[in-house]
């Protein structure tokens, strides 16, 4: 089983749409959560942190929910510019600290 | 700018021969990754530093890949004897933890082709 599984999409939603991606994590012991955001040919970019339950910036909220091992993601009001691949991250907490990353769901905003 | 920078952008090479790649992380932070990424894939990890330490290399390391971070700055990503598996986008990764918060910030890659 992968560490982190998204649905791939793609997701195609209108202009000013509300949409939600979900990702699941196996490790319980996951330690710290994020979104990235990454737009084709590109590299990774930082979306939102999720320390605690959940996180809220703007028209981006992230949600946590640890006895069911899932992380959550919802955009409001959906610009074009939001057309992009969103990545969940976990940080198992391991000695490495290293991230593990979903395969990303891809999402197009049409006008 | 005052970002993660790699160097170069992209690398041809043809099979067999051996390529060297370089990030710059952001100054003050003292964790560098190194991370592979194939088309349709997540981010997979390689390998990771504190300071000057390589703290740990991931079972996707061969003994082909090799990484350096000799003064703790920036680091060196070589891979010998390339092979055409090797074609992907090599992302170096900074972050400086604090606690659990391990924000991770990523320079623009390099993408190598293998012919």
Same mark, same amino acid.
């Given at each position: $089983?992968?560490?982190?599984?998204?649905?791939?999409?793609?997701?195609?939603?209108?202009?000013?749409?509300?949409? !939600?991606?979900?990702?699941?994590? @196996?490790? @319980?012991?996951?330690?710290?959560?994020?979104?990235? $955001?990454?737009?084709? $040919?590109?590299?990774?970019?930082?979306?939102? @942190?999720?320390?605690? @339950? +959940?996180?809220?910036?703007?028209?981006?909220?992230?949600?946590?929910?640890? !006895?069911?091992?899932?992380?959550?993601?919802?955009?409001?009001?959906?610009?074009?510019?939001?057309?992009?691949?969103?990545?969940?991250?976990?940080?198992?907490?391991?000695? !490495?600290?290293?991230?593990?990353?979903?395969? +990303?769901?891809?999402?197009?905003?049409?006008? | 700018?005052?970002?993660?920078?790699?160097? &170069? =952008?992209?690398?041809?090479?043809? *099979?067999?021969?051996?390529?060297?790649? =370089?990030?710059? &992380?952001?100054?003050?932070?003292? =964790?560098?990754?190194?991370?592979? /990424?194939?088309?349709? /894939?997540? &981010?997979?990890?390689?390998?990771?530093?504190?300071? #000057?330490?390589?703290?740990?290399?991931? *079972?996707?390391?061969?003994?082909?890949?090799?990484?350096?971070? &000799?003064?703790?700055?920036?680091?060196?990503? #070589?891979?010998? =004897?390339?092979?055409?598996?090797?074609?992907?986008?090599?992302?170096?990764?900074?972050?400086?933890?604090?606690?659990? *918060?391990?924000? /991770?910030?990523?320079?623009?890659?390099?993408?190598?082709?293998?012919?």
């Amino acid at each position: $089983r992968k560490e982190v599984e998204q649905d791939p999409g793609p997701f195609n939603v209108p202009e000013g749409a509300t949409v !939600a991606f979900n990702c699941t994590y @196996s490790n @319980s012991a996951s330690q710290s959560f994020f979104w990235y $955001r990454q737009d084709c $040919r590109k590299e990774p970019k930082l979306l939102m @942190s999720v320390y605690s @339950s +959940g996180n809220e910036d703007g028209r981006f909220t992230a949600q946590l929910n640890r !006895a069911s091992q899932y992380i959550s993601l919802l955009i409001r009001d959906s610009k074009l510019s939001d057309s992009a691949t969103y990545l969940c991250v976990v940080n198992i907490g391991t000695g !490495a600290n290293n991230l593990f990353f979903g395969t +990303g769901t891809r999402l197009t905003v049409i006008p | 700018d005052t970002g993660v920078s790699q160097n &170069p =952008r992209h690398k041809i090479t043809k *099979r067999g021969q051996n390529v060297t790649f =370089r990030c710059d &992380p952001i100054s003050e932070h003292n =964790r560098l990754y190194w991370y592979r /990424q194939t088309l349709g /894939q997540g &981010p997979e990890f390689l390998t990771y530093f504190q300071n #000057e330490a390589q703290l740990e290399k991931s *079972r996707l390391l061969s003994d082909r890949f090799s990484a350096e971070r &000799p003064k703790g700055s920036f680091s060196t990503l #070589e891979i010998q =004897r390339t092979e055409q598996g090797d074609s992907a986008m090599y992302l170096c990764a900074s972050s400086f933890e604090l606690r659990f *918060r391990n924000e /991770q910030f990523f320079g623009p890659g390099t993408r190598l082709t293998v012919l």
